[in-house]
């Protein structure tokens, strides 16, 4: 019987499976990883905020520094009795392996729930297909699949109420983003059902088998031949048997809440000849596109697979239809080399078997194919190719569609014209800014509507690939049933752009229908509008008959001091022309939607919303449209002709929002890219980009030095050169002595420039006479585009300054060195990738890097573009990304690798130094390679030696050394990462790597948190902050891992913070590099999650050092060997009182406004932290050889 | 020594009040305050463009970088309460209150009459027993007049007077044509007290870094002729409580006010310069001057030498100013 007082919610996947798994646990082990930390994140939140499972008590939630980690705790809690939990996708369910099979091997009941998530292979994703949760096939897990927001939240409890009874752990799976971040109408499970689903005994019986000295036994030995095998066996009747109690629970679950679900539902034509087998979202859209189809007179049907494992074959063959002729089983992972994806054939083998064995007549067709890898939109028209293919004599086996193969030819035919969209759904698509609060706005507008009774709502939400100036594009329906469409709208009656400059570079209106709204924001109004869209616009909007309005919502939210936050105005706009709502009844709703929203940020902010809810009607306007185009211009092309032509098919297409066309044959067949497609990129993000008066400028080279983006680019040339520049190109004579006649320009990348300000307020130069101007200010980009593009390709034109005159050793000389890593999509003021461009610029011609995931994998190597770039030379750095967790490892096999070629290299010269010379051989054996003058020298020699070996044909020794000798450059390899890495999931690599003694440089960019997963806490996290899974505050210091390095005595440590000292920076990045053992820099990194306006992240920066927080040292083994002393502490006594740094941040002043006695409790403590860690410091500096290893420990013990 | 006094309706165990500093944001500070004979407190200001600026920030910090990016959708906890500076500002009234038998008065620092009467309120119920209301801009937009500035003085007063029902004290500059008059009218727009004077912001400019510096410097005795001048002539012909702030320095200093016709004192330089407990000094001083001039209470001397009191009225006006000249000129 349905509970008649069941609440209705609109949440995500994410949202409606944590729901669940909260109140039916006492214990979660969690670790984020996208797409599940939002579950993980909202546990923490609730046990801060005293919420209590359904037994009354607050379920105890740890963050560990691994999936690995979270995994073996988790088996842990379980074997000491406590209901246990976790959440986690991908890398981190394969991380979590080998414990799950030992969690499975013993029989003890747990929910595993996964947002499921490609793997990374060519690629890293972090999109959704079940290629995760295929591979924990082996280990003894039930699995259990959800195929919408509703589902998810149901099995979740499914899944529990069965696992506790049948004894084997399960594996609850959703599609990941498709299913976890898509916002729909869900009814609750009350929590008196859920309590009913859960039977007390089967959780006083998982107590009863735990660990207890009181009654104790041995339970995880080490079995030998004679009875490993029938150990295994001997649990075989509780997998038997688990199918059966899934079915039961199901059961139990209709006659508590009405929503009835089996282990196989079949859907369709009880007659059925033509069936699909399927698993995941993409079930809700084959039962639409069956529904429809079978309404048009067609005998096909679905099979949904729920309980993946153990596979019930019983279950399945009642499930499919006797009449059925053709099965298409499809997957969503592929299984290269198999005979057919894991259904497919586990499905093959079932039917098969029946047949053989005589109860089933007669075996039908049946073929598999693969969809929606990696998010891959799958809609009806892809599964009405499916059964249309279905249809066909000989249908193709090992299919794929959505995608178009015209290499290996596996695709199915799409007719891009069939939907299964009702009239009655309301399609809305929006383009926004990341940045202007459209994707905010939207998920309170599907919660406004949906909350109207009788209606349903859906929200998901697309984002692209950069951390500034992103581009979201929201899909919303709206409709009086539940809405079962977990794709991508194909034609929308409701079209919005937010942001008017998008008409050029996006075909906004590319999924427009007939006749659809089509709603503006412009700064022009009704009758100007018109002939400033392109013409391709124009014809759009008169060819389909679009309704067109504009408003200037800009102007609107400035006018109630809402900055660029257009989206209330704009979805009162929504409200209005789509008439989804009564338009009072929107307006309303839209006010509470607000003050629901925004009241935990004021009052003031509630109250600008409203008035700007109340002032968007009137400057709404529709345009009339002209009966023809009448533009004279043309969105311009994406990028130039003159680009490459991988850049023009390939990238490019990627960059318009068309990657979904690009053909496989298109693709690298390894995951290999060019470098340097950022450069192709312009992005035109900022507002406001420094402008340089040359007249004020000092040349200091500060500002290109903290410069994000690498958009400050210096060069100094002969003053002849300057003939044929343009009249507004800027330029002065070089300021320093020894370059007579020499002339310097600083030149600016405008397009490419995000505004962040960190050069205007780094630069030391002030005007004497004109308050506030500095030697580069920000000015309104509006007007100097054009300009600066002129500039620039003069700029370009002028010669590249010579390496090997180029003073490295301080910032002045540093602004002369080309960066190699250039243009990337990381946030506006970004704290890491200044460290990260001086890295390219000091040692880019010859580094390798090796880059753990996170923050800079996904700036430095997100497609569509790349900015890790080469030079004129065409050398640069040789980058990659292998995981999150073995990125020291992985980089030590460069190191490895490079060892073992370079010492190949040298013994193969030595071999055939009389054929190409004693003498050169001799000059590049024994080369120093230190000065960057001495490395142009040995590239030449190395030249030389090429040119000698390839006229030494047939030789095979000659064959071999040409194949390494590009070692004999000496090759800088640098290990790099954030601290979630080096801290947490890697820090047993990185340990181990420090301690092999091997020559790798590793750079930690510190932020402190997590940042690429949204700021979740890592043992970085300071002692008092809030993070994600420390929403009370870190109660813990952060980990000295500087003196946990320095303890190894032969490893070169620095702590540098790039804001407070740059010289410093730059010193220990060169001594580091020098250093032939390993090093390890640690690099303060401010970051959007530490809560304040990153304009100020130097100075914030410097605070960190004068407060003694962060303080500069360097760990040079170097000198003691000189017999100098090693720790030099470079920053001096604390001057600031910490507080004066820290509360300048959210992440340190929220706890003080949010749990006051505790945030005085933890500044008290970290003051006096910082005082005792300062006067180790200083003990240290003062030894001459520096601290011992055991009074390097002891320190760190006390911090 | 009875020093009990009356002002804004409130019963102060003493004339002399804590006015708002640093010093008062520590609860040990105000109950060593009170200990030392304090009769109130005034706890540091709200500014009205604190409480905006503040909302908007944390807007800003909060959706910075939110729902832009696949991985990262917010970079904060999402359901945790952020408070404002302003929140704090309740909790140490709160706290105050609690913690003190001294009457606790809030003070709120603005120049329009909207947005912040809400946080007026909020004061209220925080347990503020009086709102010192700080109204204080400078008129730089040359198209105002005299009458616009006092109707904006007046209208800020009238809205956060009728918003609660705590008294609320004006403290206002002499800057006005008519600084009488003035006061007249505040009181009848709900003033129950004033407070004069308000010292004013004045900023400097640094000529090495072309900057405005902010410079707020400690008052000195001398700066009290001003309020005393004042206080002199509106005592006894107000019905509204005066307060005097500005230069007390020393018991002495205390007496003069209230000779002038204060009904409080008000100290923060003093207390700055030489700790909470300097409190002691001025009501250990003012008692023993009014014990050695057998006077009973500081009722005794109120207004003693008030505009209306003293027998040459004239001190207070232009001919004592010619005199004064004169006499300078002449020595």
Sequence with gaps: ??????????????????????????????????????????????????????????????????????????????????????????????????????????????????????????????????????????????????????????????????????????????????????????????????????????????????????????????????????????????????????????????????????????????????????????????????????????????????????????????????????????????????????????????????????????????????????????????????????????????????????????????????????????????????????????????????????????????????????????????????????????????????????????????????????????????????????????????????????????????EVGLKNRTNTILQTCFFALSGVLPRDEAIDAIKQAIAKSYGRKGKRVVEQNWAAVDGALARLHEVIVPASATSDFERPPIVPLSAPDFVRRVTARMMEGLGDEIAVSAMPVDGTFPSGTAAWEKRNVAEEVPVWRQDLCIQCGQCGFVCPHSVIRAKYYDEAQLDGAPEAFKSAPVNARGYPGAHFSLQFYVEDCTGCGLCVETCPAQSPAEPGIKAINMEDKAGLVDRERENIAFFEGLPINDRSRVDFANVRGVQFLEPLFEFSGACAGCGETPYVKLLSQLFGDRLMVANATGCSSIYGGNLPVTPWTKNAEGRGPAWSNSLFEDNAEFGLGFRLAADKHLGLARDLLRQLATEIGEDLAAAILDAPQIRESEIRVQRERVAALKTKLLALKSNMAAEHLLSVVDHLVRRSIWIVGGDGWAYDIGYGGLDHVLATGRNVNILVMDTEVYSNTGGQASKATPLGAIAKFAAAGKRTARKDLALQAIAYGNVYVAQVAMGANPQQTLQAFREAEAWEGPSLILAYSHCIAHGYDLRKGLSQQDKAVASGYWPLLRYDPAMRDIGEAPFRLDSPRPTLPFKDYAYNELRYSALAASRPEDAAMLLTQAQEAIRDKYRSYEEFAQMETGPTPSEVMGAARKL | MDLTTSYLGLELTSPIVASASPLNRDIDNLKRLEECGAGAVVLPSV?????????????????????????????????????????????????????????????????????????????????????????????????????????????????????????????????????????????????????????????????????????????????????????????????????????????????????????????????????????????????????????????????????????????????????????????
């Design chain 1, 1 to 558: 019987m349905a509970d008649a007082a069941a609440v209705q919610a609109t949440i995500d996947g994410n949202a409606a499976v944590a729901h669940i798994a909260y109140r039916v646990n006492e214990v979660c082990a969690i670790y984020p990883i996208t797409p599940s930390s939002p579950m993980a994140e909202l546990a923490d939140e609730w046990t801060a905020k005293g919420i209590t499972n359904i037994w009354g008590n607050i379920p105890v939630i740890q963050e560990m520094q691994s999936e690995g980690g979270a995994a073996g705790a988790l088996h842990g809690s379980l074997q000491a009795g406590a209901l246990t939990t976790t959440f986690t996708a991908s890398q981190g369910l394969l991380l979590m392996l080998p414990n799950m099979f030992k969690i499975a091997g013993e029989l003890t009941p747990a929910v595993f729930h996964v947002a499921a998530r490609s793997v990374a292979t060519q690629a890293l994703s972090i999109f959704g297909d079940h290629s995760d949760v295929m591979a924990i096939r082996p280990t003894g897990f039930a699995m259990l699949a959800s195929n919408s927001v509703q589902e998810a939240h149901d099995m979740a409890l499914i899944a529990q109420a069965a696992t506790l009874k049948a004894r084997v752990p399960f594996v609850h799976f959703f599609d990941g983003f498709r299913t976890s971040h898509e916002v729909n109408t869900v009814t609750l499970v009350p929590d008196a059902a859920i309590r009913a689903m859960i039977e007390d005994d089967d959780v006083i019986a998982h107590r009863g088998r735990a660990l207890n000295p009181e009654h104790p036994f041995v339970r995880g030995t080490a079995q030998n031949p004679d009875v490993f095998f029938q150990g295994r066996e001997a649990a075989n009747r509780f997998h038997a048997a688990t199918p059966g109690i899934v079915a039961e629970a199901m059961e139990k679950f209709a006659g508590l809440t009405g929503r009835q679900y089996r282990l196989f539902d079949y859907f369709g034509a009880a007659d059925a000849e033509r069936v699909i087998v399927a698993m995941g979202s993409g079930v809700e859209v084959v039962r639409q596109t069956v529904e429809d189809l079978n309404a048009h007179g067609e005998k096909i049907g679905l099979v949904a697979v729920r309980l993946f494992r153990p596979f019930s074959a019983e279950h399945l063959l009642a499930a499919l239809p006797a009449s059925c002729k053709a099965v298409a089983v499809l997957d969503r992972t592929k299984e290269p080399g198999a005979s057919g994806e894991p259904l497919y054939l586990d499905v093959v083998s079932v039917v098969a078997d029946a047949v053989a064995r005589g109860t089933r007549a007669t075996m039908p067709r049946i073929v598999g194919g693969r969809y929606g890898l990696s998010s891959k939109d799958f809609d009806p028209a892809q599964v009405k190719a499916v059964f249309d293919e279905l249809k066909k004599a000989e249908p193709r086996n090992g299919f794929t569609v959505g995608i178009n193969d015209d290499v290996t030819f596996t695709s199915l035919e799409v007719d891009a014209n069939y939907t299964t969209e009702p009239d009655d759904v309301v399609r809305a698509v929006f383009y926004g800014l990341g940045a202007d609060g459209t994707v905010g706005a939207n998920k309170n507008s599907v919660k406004i509507i949906a909350e109207d009774s009788g209606r349903y709502a859906q929200g998901y939400f697309v984002y692209d690939s950069h951390k500034s100036g992103a581009q979201t594009v929201s899909h919303l329906r709206f409709g009086p049933n539940p809405i079962r469409s977990p794709y991508l709208i194909r034609s929308a009656n409701f079209v919005a752009c937010h942001q008017f400059h998008f008409l050029e570079k996006t075909d906004v209106l590319r999924l427009a229908a007939p006749g659809a709204t089509f709603l503006l924001n412009s700064p022009y109004g009704p009758d100007e509008v018109w002939d400033h869209l392109p013409r391709s616009v124009q014809q759009e909007i008169i060819s389909r008959k679009l309704k067109f309005h504009v408003i200037d919502a800009t102007t609107a939210a400035r």
């Design chain 2, 47 to 331: 500014f009205e463009e604190q409480i905006e600026r503040e909302e908007e920030i944390l807007d800003m910090l909060i959706d910075r970088g939110a729902e832009s990016f696949g991985e990262a959708l917010s970079y904060f906890p999402a359901q945790t309460a952020y408070a404002f500076d302003t929140s704090h500002h309740l909790t140490l009234i709160e706290k105050a209150a609690q913690a003190l038998s001294m009457p606790v008065i809030a003070s709120l620092n603005g120049v329009t009459d909207s947005g912040w009467v809400d946080y007026a309120r909020d004061i209220e119920a925080a347990g503020a027993k009086a709102i010192e209301l700080n109204v204080f801009f400078v008129p730089s937009d040359l198209t105002l007049n005299g009458r616009d500035v006092e109707a904006r003085y007046v209208d800020v007063v009238h809205s956060v007077s009728s918003a609660v029902e705590l008294p609320v004290a004006v403290k206002i500059g002499p800057y006005f044509s008519s600084p009488g008059h003035m006061a007249g009218e505040l009181v009848k727009a709900g003033a129950k007290g004033l407070v004069l004077f308000n010292r004013f912001y004045e900023p400097d400019i640094d000529p090495a870094t072309l900057t405005i510096t902010p410079s707020i410097e400690l008052s000195n005795s001398y700066e009290m002729r001003l309020p005393l001048l004042w206080i002199g002539v509106l005592s006894g012909q107000t019905k509204a409580s005066l307060a005097a702030t500005t230069g007390v320095e020393s018991a002495d200093d205390v007496v003069k006010y209230l000779l002038a016709g204060a009904d409080v004192v008000m100290t923060t330089s003093a207390l700055l310069r030489h700790g909470v407990d300097h409190m002691r000094t001025l009501v250990d001083g003012l008692g023993a001057w009014l014990a050695s001039r057998e006077f009973s209470s500081p009722a005794d001397i109120r207004g003693r030498m008030n505009h209306r009191n003293i027998a040459n009225p004239e001190a207070y006006e232009r001919a004592n100013y010619i005199r004064v000249l004169q006499d300078f000129a002449g020595r």
